[in-house]
């Protein structure tokens, strides 16, 4: 009697060349229970209906990652109030083709945004749980957030589908341009570190983390929305100096300055009181969070040197 083939859970991941997306990927390729299909915006975009179509008639996915965004609130925020830019198109339009077709295959679609789809304003201030709606009034948010925002409204409430919420992503040994953390380390050992904000509250996301809800969401397909997040708030300013003395035993090279003054230049730009709590996620997923400060404590001297070298 010959042995019954196993079957596989088909995953469709877009983004797949992103910081996250592309770390998935090795993350996930030695998982012998799933099969795998991921794209980019180069080799499918998700505005190409038609492609979009065809990949799911021909691959038929249980379950899809959508890591695809315009992640860069700079460039987004040129293009305020166009919902022809890259930004709207992308985070929003892309987004409603993925879930169209999720809900015509029966597909369970696991969706990345932001904790910038809060306005981190004084009168409404974070950290934010899972139950909190996003931003109403784009008055308040980036273009970016704004964007995320409109693009959770497209799921909120719909079955099959879950929303993971993550802050400013850290693992030090890949892309210091993407990598929150990294950054700051490239950045000092280039001589060149602006003057990190010193009254902005910031959560931090660990890449592994958010890894262990993604595994875990695939194996159960829980719908809901979900936070990767630390414990506890951070200022870039507090977070830069724990850096620098841990990694290059530093203790006084970090300037600061108060993120009022660039808030009155680039209005909503960047949340003053943000972040993400998790609490939610860790009693449902039965997953555990930790403070911004083991995370960053969990990386090696040699992940950091590791890092260097890459970045070169």
Not at 93 to 107: D, E, H, T, W
Request: charged share 25%.
């Amino acid at each position: 009697m010959k042995p019954s083939k196993t079957i596989r859970t088909k995953i469709f991941i877009t983004g797949a060349t992103g910081f996250i997306g592309s770390n998935f990927l090795q993350h996930i390729a030695h998982n012998a229970k799933v099969e795998v299909m991921a794209v980019d915006h180069k080799t499918l975009d998700i505005l190409d209906r038609k492609g979009l179509k065809k990949t799911f008639r021909n691959f038929e996915p249980n379950i899809v990652i959508n890591f695809a965004a315009h992640r860069n609130a700079n460039t987004a925020e040129i293009q305020r109030g166009d919902k022809n830019g890259s930004a709207w198109q992308t985070n929003v339009v892309g987004l409603k083709n993925i879930f169209r077709l999720c809900q015509a295959y029966k597909s369970y679609l696991i969706h990345i945004s932001t904790d910038m789809v809060f306005s981190g304003r004084r009168d409404n201030k974070g950290p934010y749980t899972e139950k909190e709606k996003p931003e109403v009034y784009m008055r308040y948010l980036s273009w970016y957030g704004w964007t995320k925002a409109e693009g959770e409204r497209v799921l909120l409430g719909q079955k099959n589908t879950a929303i993971i919420r993550i802050g400013n992503v850290t693992k030090p040994i890949y892309d210091p341009k993407l990598d929150y953390a990294g950054k700051i380390i490239h950045l000092y050992d280039r001589n060149a570190l602006y003057p990190l904000f010193d009254d902005q509250y910031l959560t931090l996301t660990s890449i592994p983390h958010l890894f262990k809800i993604l595994d875990i969401l695939i194996r159960t397909k829980k719908k809901g929305i979900y936070h990767a997040t630390s414990t506890n708030t951070f200022t870039p300013f507090e977070l830069g100096t724990y850096l620098l003395k841990t990694f290059r035993h530093k203790r006084v090279v970090v300037k600061r300055v108060s993120i009022d003054a660039y808030l009155q230049e680039f209005p909503n730009r960047y949340p003053k009181y943000g972040g993400l709590t998790g609490k939610k996620t860790e009693k449902i997923l039965h997953v555990r969070s930790t403070t911004w400060q083991r995370i960053i404590s969990s990386f090696h001297t040699s992940d950091l040197k590791s890092h260097e070298m890459i970045s070169e």
